[in-house]
Nanobody, 121 residues
Framework: VQLQASGGGLVQAGGFLRLSCAAS????????RGWFRQDPGKEREFVAA????????LYADSVKGRFTISRDNAKNTVYLQMNSLKREDTADYYC???????????????WGQGTQVTVSS
């Protein structure tokens, strides 16, 4: 089982990026999918999550109104559209899969590698 995150990069403040996380090795259509981020020296924090059906979503307060999570179960892929990026959004972004829609990272069993997002002023 593998989660492959991609789409990170360097962007100016106010810009946008779209992250993708493709899963392989099993189907995750019944799993919640989430995004977390981590700065060096800090704890990994929740960003957003989407239910298996895609009908329910959850966002950290810091990204509400700017980020949108979505999924395409036919492609076994989840996306994170990040708009109006701020310097404080700079971090390594990790995708994950778990059995419930939650902001608790302990509930996610599968993790991808990070993709780096750097927002410059």
């Amino acid at each position: 089982v593998q989660l492959q995150a991609s789409g990170g990069g360097l962007v100016q403040a106010g810009g946008f990026l779209r992250l993708s996380c493709a899963a392989s090795g099993r189907t995750f259509s019944n799993y919640a999918r989430g995004w977390f981020r981590q700065d060096p020296g800090k704890e990994r924090e929740f960003v957003a999550a989407v239910s298996g059906s895609g009908k329910s979503t959850l966002y950290a307060d810091s990204v509400k109104g700017r980020f949108t999570i979505s999924r395409d179960n036919a492609k076994n892929t989840v996306y994170l559209q990040m708009n109006s990026l701020k310097r404080e959004d700079t971090a390594d972004y990790y995708c994950a899969a778990g059995t419930s829609l939650t902001d608790n990272r302990g509930a996610y069993f599968y993790w991808g590698q990070g993709t780096q997002v750097t927002v410059s002023s």
